[in-house]
């Protein structure tokens, strides 16, 4: 996640710092998720719209929604997230 200011290359990636040039991968969406009861069944949707070239995705269920960002990341990355986070004052 970065946060505070955030400024681009010219490619979509972003650059972190004043002096650093460190490039770092940034994406940025829009995402509704709603709602529905069929049937006196649950159902969960999402769009997802992708800020840099206004592209809309709609997803069937939030499951669809997950796996469609995991595909979006480097494997390494995946691999990153499935790791429990470490709790602070425990030793691995």
């Not at 049937?39 to 997802?48: F, G, M, T």
């Not at 494997?75 to 425990?90: F, K, M, T």
Request: net charge neutral; charged share 35%.
């Amino acid at each position: 996640m970065l946060l505070g200011q955030c400024r681009t290359d010219g490619n979509g990636n972003a650059v972190v710092g004043a002096r650093e040039k460190k490039v770092v991968r940034y994406d940025s969406f829009r995402l509704q998720v709603w709602r529905s009861i069929r049937l006196d069944r649950v159902q969960w949707s999402a769009r997802l719209e992708d800020l840099k070239d206004g592209r809309r995705t709609q997803f069937a269920g939030l499951d669809a929604l997950i796996t469609h960002l995991r595909m979006r990341l480097d494997p390494e990355e995946i691999d990153d997230l499935s790791a429990p986070a470490p709790i602070e004052g425990e030793t691995p």
